[in-house]
Protein backbone atom coordinates (compact mmCIF):
# COMPACT_ATOMS: atom_id res chain seq x y z
CA UNK A 1 0.00 0.00 0.00
CA UNK A 2 1.77 3.41 -0.76
CA UNK A 3 1.83 6.52 0.73
CA UNK A 4 -1.19 8.03 -0.63
CA UNK A 5 -3.60 4.77 -0.19
CA UNK A 6 -2.52 4.83 3.20
CA UNK A 7 -3.64 8.74 4.09
CA UNK A 8 -7.14 7.75 2.36
CA UNK A 9 -7.28 4.74 4.59
CA UNK A 10 -6.67 6.63 7.86
CA UNK A 11 -8.91 9.55 7.03
CA UNK A 12 -11.93 6.94 6.03
CA UNK A 13 -10.82 5.24 9.56
CA UNK A 14 -11.23 8.29 11.56
CA UNK A 15 -14.49 9.42 9.79
CA UNK A 16 -15.82 6.04 11.10
CA UNK A 17 -14.80 6.34 14.35
CA UNK A 18 -16.49 9.64 14.99
CA UNK A 19 -19.62 8.49 13.49
CA UNK A 20 -19.06 5.54 16.27
CA UNK A 21 -18.79 8.17 18.63
CA UNK A 22 -21.93 9.91 17.80
CA UNK A 23 -24.20 7.03 17.35
CA UNK A 24 -22.86 6.19 20.71
CA UNK A 25 -23.77 9.31 22.35
CA UNK A 26 -27.74 9.85 20.45
CA UNK A 27 -28.13 5.88 21.76
CA UNK A 28 -27.13 6.94 25.69
CA UNK A 29 -29.91 7.08 28.23
CA UNK A 30 -29.82 10.78 28.77
CA UNK A 31 -28.76 12.16 31.66
CA UNK A 32 -30.66 14.23 34.72
CA UNK A 33 -28.49 17.74 34.07
CA UNK A 34 -29.99 17.35 30.65
CA UNK A 35 -33.08 17.32 31.88
CA UNK A 36 -32.65 19.88 34.41
CA UNK A 37 -33.19 23.01 32.65
CA UNK A 38 -35.04 25.17 34.99
CA UNK A 39 -37.32 25.08 38.41
CA UNK A 40 -41.09 24.71 37.68
CA UNK A 41 -41.24 27.96 40.13
CA UNK A 42 -37.57 29.38 39.87
CA UNK A 43 -38.38 32.35 42.51
CA UNK A 44 -40.13 29.88 44.97
CA UNK A 45 -37.08 29.29 47.27
CA UNK A 46 -36.44 33.01 47.72
CA UNK A 47 -39.98 33.41 49.44
CA UNK A 48 -40.24 29.34 51.11
CA UNK A 49 -39.82 30.61 54.40
CA UNK A 50 -43.01 32.69 54.43
CA UNK A 51 -45.05 30.30 53.42
CA UNK A 52 -47.43 30.02 56.58
CA UNK A 53 -50.79 28.56 55.34
CA UNK A 54 -50.66 25.11 52.92
CA UNK A 55 -54.02 23.94 51.46
CA UNK A 56 -54.09 20.20 49.81
CA UNK A 57 -57.79 19.85 48.55
CA UNK A 58 -58.63 16.91 46.37
CA UNK A 59 -62.01 15.82 45.26
CA UNK A 60 -62.99 14.04 48.49
CA UNK A 61 -61.47 16.14 51.26
CA UNK A 62 -59.81 19.63 51.61
CA UNK A 63 -57.13 20.04 54.34
CA UNK A 64 -55.52 23.17 55.90
CA UNK A 65 -51.84 23.79 57.60
CA UNK A 66 -51.14 26.30 59.08
CA UNK A 67 -47.53 27.56 60.39
CA UNK A 68 -47.53 29.40 64.35
CA UNK A 69 -44.98 30.77 65.91
CA UNK A 70 -41.26 31.10 65.21
CA UNK A 71 -40.24 27.21 65.77
CA UNK A 72 -41.82 26.58 62.17
CA UNK A 73 -44.48 24.45 64.24
CA UNK A 74 -47.39 23.58 62.06
CA UNK A 75 -50.83 22.49 63.15
CA UNK A 76 -53.68 20.86 61.36
CA UNK A 77 -56.92 22.87 61.05
CA UNK A 78 -59.51 19.81 60.43
CA UNK A 79 -57.97 18.23 63.56
CA UNK A 80 -58.35 20.93 66.05
CA UNK A 81 -54.83 22.54 65.45
CA UNK A 82 -53.56 18.92 66.34
CA UNK A 83 -49.80 19.34 65.20
CA UNK A 84 -49.00 17.78 61.66
CA UNK A 85 -45.72 15.80 61.07
CA UNK A 86 -42.90 18.25 60.59
CA UNK A 87 -40.66 15.82 58.24
CA UNK A 88 -43.88 15.10 55.72
CA UNK A 89 -44.36 18.95 55.75
CA UNK A 90 -40.57 19.87 55.16
CA UNK A 91 -40.81 16.91 52.41
CA UNK A 92 -43.81 19.08 50.58
CA UNK A 93 -42.02 22.37 50.58
CA UNK A 94 -38.71 21.21 49.74
CA UNK A 95 -40.47 19.20 46.95
CA UNK A 96 -42.36 22.19 45.37
CA UNK A 97 -38.55 24.05 45.48
CA UNK A 98 -37.12 21.98 43.73
CA UNK A 99 -39.22 20.52 41.43
CA UNK A 100 -37.70 20.88 37.40
CA UNK A 101 -39.62 21.03 34.02
CA UNK A 102 -38.83 17.90 31.86
CA UNK A 103 -41.61 18.73 29.01
CA UNK A 104 -44.30 20.36 28.09
CA UNK A 105 -47.20 18.33 27.48
CA UNK A 106 -50.79 18.70 26.30
CA UNK A 107 -52.96 22.24 26.42
CA UNK A 108 -56.30 20.36 25.53
CA UNK A 109 -58.45 20.41 28.66
CA UNK A 110 -59.94 17.14 26.98
CA UNK A 111 -57.11 15.16 27.80
CA UNK A 112 -55.99 16.64 31.51
CA UNK A 113 -58.04 13.38 32.82
CA UNK A 114 -55.10 11.48 31.02
CA UNK A 115 -52.31 12.32 33.31
CA UNK A 116 -54.69 13.99 36.21
CA UNK A 117 -54.38 16.83 36.10
CA UNK A 118 -58.06 17.75 35.78
CA UNK A 119 -59.77 20.69 38.01
CA UNK A 120 -60.00 18.86 41.71
CA UNK A 121 -63.63 19.27 41.15
CA UNK A 122 -64.66 17.26 38.22
CA UNK A 123 -66.32 14.11 39.20
CA UNK A 124 -64.26 11.21 39.27
CA UNK A 125 -61.08 13.65 39.54
CA UNK A 126 -58.09 11.78 40.79
CA UNK A 127 -55.60 15.33 40.58
CA UNK A 128 -54.91 17.29 44.03
CA UNK A 129 -54.62 20.99 44.31
CA UNK A 130 -51.59 22.23 46.60
CA UNK A 131 -51.73 26.49 46.91
CA UNK A 132 -48.74 27.93 49.22
CA UNK A 133 -49.62 31.14 50.69
CA UNK A 134 -48.07 33.96 53.10
CA UNK A 135 -49.58 35.06 56.20
CA UNK A 136 -51.24 37.79 54.52
CA UNK A 137 -52.52 35.19 52.48
CA UNK A 138 -50.93 36.48 49.19
CA UNK A 139 -50.48 33.21 46.78
CA UNK A 140 -47.14 32.23 46.30
CA UNK A 141 -47.29 29.14 44.49
CA UNK A 142 -50.36 27.07 43.52
CA UNK A 143 -50.46 23.82 41.02
CA UNK A 144 -52.37 20.81 40.43
CA UNK A 145 -50.63 17.21 41.10
CA UNK A 146 -51.45 14.37 38.66
CA UNK A 147 -50.30 11.11 37.91
CA UNK A 148 -46.30 10.74 38.77
CA UNK A 149 -43.81 7.57 37.88
CA UNK A 150 -40.73 6.35 38.80
CA UNK A 151 -37.98 8.81 36.81
CA UNK A 152 -36.29 6.79 34.08
CA UNK A 153 -32.70 8.90 34.91
CA UNK A 154 -33.38 8.51 38.61
CA UNK A 155 -35.05 5.60 40.28
CA UNK A 156 -35.08 8.05 43.77
CA UNK A 157 -37.08 10.72 42.20
CA UNK A 158 -40.93 10.57 40.18
CA UNK A 159 -41.76 12.05 36.83
CA UNK A 160 -44.96 14.26 37.75
CA UNK A 161 -47.56 15.65 35.44
CA UNK A 162 -48.36 19.31 36.86
CA UNK A 163 -50.30 22.15 35.64
CA UNK A 164 -51.12 25.49 37.26
CA UNK A 165 -54.50 26.23 38.01
CA UNK A 166 -54.92 29.18 36.05
CA UNK A 167 -52.68 28.17 32.98
CA UNK A 168 -54.25 25.23 30.02
CA UNK A 169 -49.97 24.06 29.40
CA UNK A 170 -49.47 20.70 31.48
CA UNK A 171 -46.07 19.71 32.37
CA UNK A 172 -43.97 16.79 33.01
CA UNK A 173 -41.77 17.31 35.79
CA UNK A 174 -39.07 15.88 38.17
CA UNK A 175 -38.97 15.43 41.60
CA UNK A 176 -40.70 14.36 44.65
CA UNK A 177 -43.75 16.11 45.84
CA UNK A 178 -44.71 13.38 49.02
CA UNK A 179 -48.48 14.48 49.32
CA UNK A 180 -50.74 12.57 52.08
CA UNK A 181 -54.69 12.81 50.70
CA UNK A 182 -56.21 12.78 54.37
CA UNK A 183 -56.35 14.78 57.42
CA UNK A 184 -55.56 12.09 59.50
CA UNK A 185 -52.43 10.93 57.50
CA UNK A 186 -50.67 14.43 58.35
CA UNK A 187 -50.54 13.69 62.10
CA UNK A 188 -47.91 13.53 63.67
CA UNK A 189 -47.66 9.83 64.85
CA UNK A 190 -45.65 9.48 67.66
CA UNK A 191 -48.10 10.02 70.88
CA UNK A 192 -45.14 8.93 73.03
CA UNK A 193 -41.66 7.07 73.61
CA UNK A 194 -40.42 5.44 76.73
CA UNK A 195 -37.46 3.24 76.36
CA UNK A 196 -38.45 0.34 77.38
CA UNK A 197 -35.38 -0.78 79.62
CA UNK A 198 -36.00 2.18 81.52
CA UNK A 199 -39.33 1.42 82.41
CA UNK A 200 -39.19 0.14 86.06
CA UNK A 201 -42.80 -1.07 86.80
CA UNK A 202 -46.45 -1.41 85.14
CA UNK A 203 -49.57 -1.16 87.60
CA UNK A 204 -52.80 -2.37 85.68
CA UNK A 205 -56.11 -1.81 87.07
CA UNK A 206 -58.97 -3.56 84.97
CA UNK A 207 -62.34 -2.17 84.93
CA UNK A 208 -63.84 -5.07 87.61
CA UNK A 209 -61.14 -3.93 89.66
CA UNK A 210 -58.55 -6.62 88.81
CA UNK A 211 -55.11 -5.10 89.10
CA UNK A 212 -52.02 -6.72 88.61
CA UNK A 213 -48.54 -5.21 88.57
CA UNK A 214 -45.48 -6.47 86.07
CA UNK A 215 -42.05 -5.21 87.36
CA UNK A 216 -38.44 -5.68 86.87
CA UNK A 217 -35.61 -5.09 90.05
CA UNK A 218 -33.19 -3.18 88.14
CA UNK A 219 -32.64 -1.70 84.47
CA UNK A 220 -30.35 -4.29 83.88
CA UNK A 221 -32.50 -7.07 84.35
CA UNK A 222 -33.74 -8.30 80.60
CA UNK A 223 -37.23 -9.94 81.24
CA UNK A 224 -39.68 -8.47 83.71
CA UNK A 225 -41.77 -10.09 86.71
CA UNK A 226 -45.10 -10.76 87.76
CA UNK A 227 -46.09 -9.38 91.57
CA UNK A 228 -47.63 -11.68 93.94
CA UNK A 229 -47.27 -14.65 91.61
CA UNK A 230 -48.61 -17.55 93.41
CA UNK A 231 -45.80 -20.63 94.44
CA UNK A 232 -47.49 -22.94 92.09
CA UNK A 233 -47.66 -20.72 89.55
CA UNK A 234 -45.39 -19.70 86.91
CA UNK A 235 -45.72 -16.98 83.46
CA UNK A 236 -46.75 -18.90 80.62
CA UNK A 237 -44.17 -16.35 78.32
CA UNK A 238 -42.07 -13.95 79.41
CA UNK A 239 -42.41 -12.25 76.30
CA UNK A 240 -46.30 -11.33 77.01
CA UNK A 241 -45.03 -9.18 80.33
CA UNK A 242 -41.84 -7.11 77.95
CA UNK A 243 -44.72 -6.63 76.02
CA UNK A 244 -47.28 -4.76 78.58
CA UNK A 245 -43.68 -2.86 79.47
CA UNK A 246 -42.89 -1.50 76.25
CA UNK A 247 -46.40 -0.46 75.79
CA UNK A 248 -45.16 3.05 75.38
CA UNK A 249 -42.32 2.61 73.39
CA UNK A 250 -42.79 4.53 70.22
CA UNK A 251 -46.73 4.45 70.29
CA UNK A 252 -47.61 5.92 67.63
CA UNK A 253 -51.63 7.51 66.90
CA UNK A 254 -54.13 6.28 63.81
CA UNK A 255 -56.08 9.36 64.79
CA UNK A 256 -56.83 12.09 67.65
CA UNK A 257 -60.15 13.72 68.65
CA UNK A 258 -60.56 16.00 71.39
CA UNK A 259 -61.53 15.29 74.97
CA UNK A 260 -64.82 17.39 75.04
CA UNK A 261 -65.85 15.05 72.22
CA UNK A 262 -65.14 11.84 73.67
CA UNK A 263 -67.12 9.88 76.27
CA UNK A 264 -65.70 7.94 79.39
CA UNK A 265 -66.95 4.17 79.85
CA UNK A 266 -64.86 1.64 81.55
CA UNK A 267 -61.65 1.97 81.24
CA UNK A 268 -58.33 0.01 81.64
CA UNK A 269 -56.54 2.01 84.16
CA UNK A 270 -52.23 1.71 83.27
CA UNK A 271 -49.50 3.44 85.07
CA UNK A 272 -45.82 3.58 83.70
CA UNK A 273 -43.19 4.33 86.24
CA UNK A 274 -39.82 4.39 84.72
CA UNK A 275 -36.33 4.11 86.96
CA UNK A 276 -36.11 7.90 87.00
CA UNK A 277 -39.28 8.66 88.78
CA UNK A 278 -40.96 9.70 85.70
CA UNK A 279 -45.13 8.52 85.64
CA UNK A 280 -47.72 8.45 82.33
CA UNK A 281 -51.12 7.20 83.45
CA UNK A 282 -52.95 5.80 80.17
CA UNK A 283 -56.22 5.60 80.23
CA UNK A 284 -58.00 2.81 77.68
CA UNK A 285 -61.50 2.74 76.52
CA UNK A 286 -63.32 0.87 73.38
CA UNK A 287 -66.24 2.98 71.91
CA UNK A 288 -67.77 1.46 68.42
CA UNK A 289 -65.30 -1.05 67.60
CA UNK A 290 -62.40 1.85 68.29
CA UNK A 291 -59.89 2.21 70.50
CA UNK A 292 -58.82 5.14 72.38
CA UNK A 293 -56.91 6.37 74.83
CA UNK A 294 -55.72 9.47 76.82
CA UNK A 295 -52.15 10.11 78.98
CA UNK A 296 -51.04 12.39 81.93
CA UNK A 297 -47.66 12.43 83.29
CA UNK A 298 -46.06 12.98 86.98
CA UNK A 299 -42.74 13.16 88.58
CA UNK A 300 -42.90 10.72 91.64
CA UNK A 301 -39.58 11.05 93.35
CA UNK A 302 -40.10 7.46 95.67
CA UNK A 303 -39.84 5.78 92.52
CA UNK A 304 -36.05 6.80 91.48
CA UNK A 305 -34.02 3.76 91.69
CA UNK A 306 -30.61 4.15 93.30
CA UNK A 307 -27.60 1.85 92.50
CA UNK A 308 -26.92 0.34 95.71
CA UNK A 309 -23.56 0.66 97.12
CA UNK A 310 -21.50 -1.83 98.74
CA UNK A 311 -20.53 0.17 102.21
CA UNK A 312 -17.09 -1.81 102.69
CA UNK A 313 -15.93 -0.55 100.01
CA UNK A 314 -16.31 2.92 99.99
CA UNK A 315 -13.47 4.57 100.88
CA UNK A 316 -14.64 8.25 100.84
CA UNK A 317 -18.75 7.66 101.39
CA UNK A 318 -19.13 11.41 101.81
CA UNK A 319 -17.94 12.67 98.68
CA UNK A 320 -19.77 9.70 96.63
CA UNK A 321 -22.75 10.49 98.11
CA UNK A 322 -22.52 14.26 97.44
CA UNK A 323 -21.62 13.74 93.90
CA UNK A 324 -24.50 11.01 93.69
CA UNK A 325 -27.11 13.84 95.79
CA UNK A 326 -26.08 16.36 92.83
CA UNK A 327 -26.31 13.92 89.77
CA UNK A 328 -29.61 12.96 91.06
CA UNK A 329 -30.85 16.63 91.78
CA UNK A 330 -30.22 17.46 87.91
CA UNK A 331 -32.20 13.79 87.00
CA UNK A 332 -34.76 15.24 89.01
CA UNK A 333 -35.24 18.49 87.42
CA UNK A 334 -35.02 16.61 83.88
CA UNK A 335 -37.70 14.47 84.26
CA UNK A 336 -39.68 17.04 86.43
CA UNK A 337 -39.50 19.09 82.87
CA UNK A 338 -40.52 16.12 80.83
CA UNK A 339 -43.28 15.38 82.70
CA UNK A 340 -44.27 19.12 82.32
CA UNK A 341 -43.82 18.83 78.45
CA UNK A 342 -45.58 15.66 78.35
CA UNK A 343 -48.68 17.18 80.57
CA UNK A 344 -48.58 20.10 78.10
CA UNK A 345 -48.97 17.79 74.73
CA UNK A 346 -51.42 15.22 76.01
CA UNK A 347 -53.84 17.76 77.74
CA UNK A 348 -56.54 18.16 75.72
CA UNK A 349 -56.70 14.95 73.52
CA UNK A 350 -57.86 11.79 73.07
CA UNK A 351 -56.01 9.29 70.70
CA UNK A 352 -56.80 6.73 68.57
CA UNK A 353 -55.10 3.52 68.42
CA UNK A 354 -55.01 0.40 66.70
CA UNK A 355 -56.27 -2.33 68.48
CA UNK A 356 -52.76 -4.70 68.73
CA UNK A 357 -51.33 -1.54 70.65
CA UNK A 358 -53.51 -1.93 73.81
CA UNK A 359 -54.50 -5.86 73.05
CA UNK A 360 -51.84 -6.50 75.81
CA UNK A 361 -53.22 -4.25 78.56
CA UNK A 362 -56.31 -6.18 78.48
CA UNK A 363 -54.53 -9.26 79.45
CA UNK A 364 -55.78 -10.56 82.99
CA UNK A 365 -53.51 -12.43 85.45
CA UNK A 366 -55.35 -15.93 84.32
CA UNK A 367 -53.93 -14.65 81.15
CA UNK A 368 -50.75 -14.41 81.73
CA UNK A 369 -49.74 -17.53 84.37
CA UNK A 370 -50.64 -21.32 84.18
CA UNK A 371 -50.72 -23.02 88.20
CA UNK A 372 -49.32 -26.26 88.81
CA UNK A 373 -52.80 -28.31 90.01
CA UNK A 374 -52.05 -29.75 93.69
CA UNK A 375 -52.19 -33.26 93.88
CA UNK A 376 -56.21 -34.52 95.29
CA UNK A 377 -55.87 -35.00 98.80
CA UNK A 378 -56.91 -38.60 98.46
CA UNK A 379 -53.93 -38.91 96.41
CA UNK A 380 -51.74 -37.45 99.60
CA UNK A 381 -53.36 -39.68 102.38
CA UNK A 382 -52.51 -42.64 100.33
CA UNK A 383 -48.65 -41.52 99.79
CA UNK A 384 -48.73 -40.44 103.52
CA UNK A 385 -50.25 -44.15 104.34
CA UNK A 386 -47.67 -45.93 102.44
CA UNK A 387 -44.97 -44.18 103.64
CA UNK A 388 -46.37 -44.40 107.66
CA UNK A 389 -48.27 -47.45 107.71
CA UNK A 390 -49.00 -46.36 111.27
CA UNK A 391 -49.39 -42.63 111.21
CA UNK A 392 -52.89 -42.96 111.54
CA UNK A 393 -52.94 -45.51 114.95
CA UNK A 394 -52.26 -48.71 115.21
CA UNK A 395 -54.37 -52.03 113.20
CA UNK A 396 -56.64 -52.97 115.76
CA UNK A 397 -56.15 -57.35 116.04
CA UNK A 398 -58.59 -60.17 116.84
CA UNK A 399 -59.12 -62.64 119.50
Do not use: C
Amino acid sequence: MNAKNLSIFAIFTLVLVIAAIMLTHQDRAPTISSFEKEAFFPNLENVINDVTEIDVSNHSESITLLRVGENWQWLIKEKHLYPASLDKVHKLLLGVVHLTILDAKTNNQDRYAEIGVEDVLEEGAKSVLLTFKKSEGEIVASLIVGHDRVAKVDSTRREIYIRKPDEKQAWLTLGQLPIEKTAKDWLEPQIVNLDGDNVRQVSVTHPDGEHLVVFKDSPDDEDYQLADLPENAQVKLPYMLNNIATTLTRLDLDDVTTDSEFEDDATIRAVFTTFDGLEVTMLTTEKGGKHYAQFTAAFNPASVFVEPTDDETDEEPQNVDAADSEELENETVDVKKQAEQLNTQFKGWVYELSKYKVDDLANKRDDLISVEEAPAKEIILEAIEEELPYAYGTPSTTE
